[in-house]
């Protein structure tokens, strides 16, 4: 039976190691699977090796994993926030990496790991600090930027509609990176608003087909407050 | 002489906008340009997040944060919006499918050279979203500023001193002061706002300006 339901969120990181590479979708709090990250804080797995698009806002979410001191290198377009003097005092302070490219770079090189292309010539950032050590090549006599690809141990995804097989569906804009980082991940954990039977989700409106997902949950609410909890065994 | 406000500089630049096409305002300055749109002219918005179609800030009580821009602000979708992801979003910017597309800045130059992500290339946290995709993507950049920085500093240089987002692709520049676009021989003055001299915007620009044989005047539409 083929069943990516799963009930314990406790095992869905069971094997995972400190240092492992985890890509969390979503863009800003859209589409951001924040029971899985509170669940990823809980399994106080270290040296995260992180990619996400932002890294967060206030103290919560996503920017509890830099509070609780737990991302050694962060992959990202945009590092900023309200979490902003936090990132800088890692980054300044050498307790954290930072690898910051341009958004449809990083999309593109996600995309390209979950498809199984090495990598990719783009015409983004031809001329600019971010091409500088990079190869470069004309094609059509315009310059390009050779890019690889990224792919993770761990993949963070939030659906708005699942079936048991892990076909997903997703709401408007929460779209974003989550079908990339579906693909793109050894293992993709998925909480969705509501899982519905085989067949309920049109096959013509399937966003992210259920080869992709390894884990489904239902998404439930993360207490405001037990975003704090970590600091209690820290 | 009054510098147009920044809603001047944006209802000036929504003028050059043509019917049909597809473009996308860069958070900041240029997302003031939507609300200037000419009457009668369909005009489809873009963001990086996934849409084609985006309409406007919706009232408190609509607020949907699964509908958002690239700027993290609710916004609403026209009928006839569509939405993908960001792979596709990039694709479409990268692909020279959008028409147009208004950026901030810091510095530009005759050749086109923008720069509007860092004043500081050793900055231990650049940001740089999706600026330079949509620098290296678009048709067409126009660029939307104040003439000078607070301090005065001209922006019009000769050659941009802060990290490029993207060399030569900057069609036109909407200034407080003037229109000015970028042709092969350099920067050349169309719109200048009345009682400025030539002299007085040479003045506070670093690179060479050319004038149009005909300069219109520069009018808060906005006003």
């Known amino acids: 039976m083929l069943d990516r339901r799963c009930d314990s969120l406790a095992q869905a990181f069971e094997g995972i190691g400190d240092g492992a590479r985890v890509m969390v979708a979503g863009f800003g709090e859209a589409g951001r699977p924040n029971m899985l990250i509170k669940a990823l804080l809980d399994s106080g797995i270290k040296d995260i090796d992180l990619i996400s698009n932002n890294a967060g806002d206030g103290e919560t979410g996503l920017a509890a994993l830099f509070y609780a001191g737990r991302v050694r290198k962060l992959t990202c377009s945009f590092p900023r926030g309200a979490m902003r003097e936090l990132a800088m005092e890692l980054v300044t302070s050498g307790r954290m990496e930072l690898e910051v490219m341009p958004q449809g770079t990083l999309a593109e090189r996600i995309r390209a790991g979950g498809c199984g292309i090495p990598a990719f010539y783009t015409p983004t950032s031809f001329g600019t600090l971010i091409a500088e050590g990079k190869e470069t090549r004309h094609f059509n006599g315009r310059g390009h930027v050779l890019e690889t690809a990224i792919t993770a141990e761990i993949g963070l995804v939030k659906a708005h509609k699942a079936d048991r097989y892990g076909n997903l569906t997703f709401e408007n804009l929460a779209r974003n990176f989550n079908p990339l980082v579906a693909a793109a991940a050894t293992c993709t954990i998925v909480e969705a608003d509501e899982i519905v039977e085989l067949g309920d989700i049109d096959p013509n409106n399937v966003h992210s087909p259920g080869i992709f997902t390894n884990h489904l949950f239902t998404t439930r609410p993360v207490p405001e407050d037990s975003w704090q909890d970590w600091k209690e065994t820290a | ?223």
């Open chain 2, 1 to 223: 002489m009054t510098p147009l406000t920044r809603d001047g500089i944006a209802a000036r630049l929504a003028q050059d906008i043509q019917d049909g096409w597809h473009v996308n305002f860069g958070i900041g300055m240029p997302e003031l340009v939507a609300n200037y749109l000419p009457e009668g002219r369909e005009i489809l918005l873009h963001s990086e997040n996934g849409i084609l179609g985006m309409g406007p800030y919706p009232d408190e009580k609509d607020i949907d944060w699964t509908l958002i821009n690239a700027g993290k602000k609710p916004i609403t979708m026209i009928k006839g919006a569509s939405l993908f992801d960001h792979a596709w979003s990039f694709g479409i910017v990268r692909g020279g499918h959008l028409e147009l597309c208004v950026l901030g800045g810091y510095q530009v130059a005759p050749n086109g050279d923008l720069a509007n992500w860092a004043r500081d290339a050793d900055d231990p946290l650049p940001a740089i979203g999706g600026a330079m995709d949509l620098a290296a993507g678009a048709q067409r950049i126009y660029v939307m500023m104040t003439h000078n920085a607070n301090n005065g500093a001209a922006k019009l240089l000769t050659s941009c001193t802060y990290p490029l987002t993207g060399a030569g692709i900057v069609k036109k520049v909407f200034t407080d002061l003037a229109v000015i676009e970028v042709t092969d021989d350099g920067f050349l003055v169309t719109d200048m706002i009345p009682g400025l001299s030539r002299e007085e915007l040479q003045a506070r620009s670093d690179a060479p300006l050319a004038f149009s044989d005909t300069i219109a005047d520069l009018t808060d539409r906005a006003a």
